[in-house]
């Protein structure tokens, strides 16, 4: 049953500690359109539908898991602030939670439609890859490929769709520097997925975490991922010669305090999500976010500097 105080519970599980992530992201790109003259209005439209199609992602993840969680017979066996909790304790049903899901489809897709009718085809099949991505998550993750998932949706699919609304075109510099931004989105994904390495294994989803099967591998991969986004930062640097940008490693600080606060979490024996989970997983999402901070700084100023000349 459906209840308006419901769809407000559900609503508020989007997980909006990680918006910051598209915001950043967006941004990002925002500003490198800009210094090609990109339309303004499509921006902010696409940063919208976006961040839509963001929270509903997040959300129809938690409608598959709690689908396959809740007829596990091990699921009592774990503390009741596990993932799902929201519909486990009945502070919302999974009618609110698709509901939540179909509205912010709808808001996304509308805003979609108004892009393609400014924009023609290729936002089309921008979106229609978006909406395949969004609905074919929670399959990807089982499979393992999640962190891939998320890499293509929050990476070259989100830079070069709103670079491609803003400037009716599509750029190699902006495909190098998505894929910088994206192992950092990735490497939040990855942290994740560490995190709930018991909930996905009683889920049954095989993780890359997963198929490495121990977390202390997994902690290798953690340094190889974020090792990725500082090398296509340089790249990017170098191609579009943007060298404010490489501010950015001032970032490494906080990628290793995070994987050091990653290691005191694997140590302890307590698996639920209490305070310490929390603030690992919004550690990670805010590194992202000060890392595409930093280099949309560095595009700033690097555009004040071109209208000024």
């Known amino acids: 049953m459906i209840s308006f105080k419901g769809i407000l519970e559900a609503a508020k599980h989007s997980r909006w500690y990680s918006s910051d992530m598209t915001v950043f992201s967006c941004l990002a790109c925002f500003l ?3 210094g090609a003259d990109g339309n303004v209005l ?4 696409a940063f919208a539908g976006i961040l839509f199609a963001h929270m509903a992602t997040n959300l129809y993840d938690d409608f598959d898991d709690y689908k396959v969680l809740s007829k596990d017979p ?6 009741p602030d596990v993932k799902c909790a929201y519909l486990r304790n009945g502070t919302a049903t999974m009618a609110d939670l698709f ?3 179909v509205i912010y489809c709808v808001l996304a897709l509308l805003i979609g439609g108004f892009l393609f009718i400014r924009c023609g085809w290729p936002v089309l099949a921008l979106a229609a890859l978006g909406g395949i991505i969004v609905l074919s998550y929670p399959k990807f993750s089982r499979a393992g490929l999640s962190e891939i998932a998320v890499g293509i949706a929050f990476g070259p699919l989100l830079f070069e769709g709103m670079y491609f609304v803003m400037t009716k075109s599509f750029s190699l510099n902006v495909f190098i520097l998505s894929l ?6 990735i490497g939040v994904m990855y942290v994740h997925t560490i995190l709930d390495f018991e909930g996905d294994r009683v889920a049954g989803k095989k993780t890359l975490v997963q198929r490495l099967g121990s977390k202390s591998l997994a902690m290798k991969g953690f340094v190889f991922v974020y090792a990725l986004g500082y090398l296509f930062l340089t790249l990017f640097a170098f ?5 404010f940008c490489l501010g950015a490693f ?3 600080p906080f990628v290793v305090m995070l994987y050091k606060a990653l290691q005191a979490y694997n140590a302890e024996t307590h698996y639920s999500r209490n305070p310490a989970y929390l603030r690992v997983l919004t550690g990670a999402a805010k590194t992202m976010a000060v890392f595409a901070f930093f280099i949309s700084i560095g ?3 690097n555009l004040m500097f071109s209208n000024a000349i």
């Not at 499509?42 to 439209?45: R, V």
């Not at 191609?239 to 060298?243: A, E, K």
């Open 32 to 34: 490198y359109a800009l």
């Open 42 to 45: 499509n921006g902010l439209l």
């Open 74 to 79: 091990r699921f009592d066996e774990f503390a």
């Open 99 to 101: 509901c939540v899901v």
């Open 180 to 185: 910088a931004i994206s192992m950092f989105t």
């Open 239 to 243: 191609m579009s010669q943007i060298y």
């Open 250 to 252: 001032l970032t490494i």
């Open 299 to 301: 595009l700033f100023v």
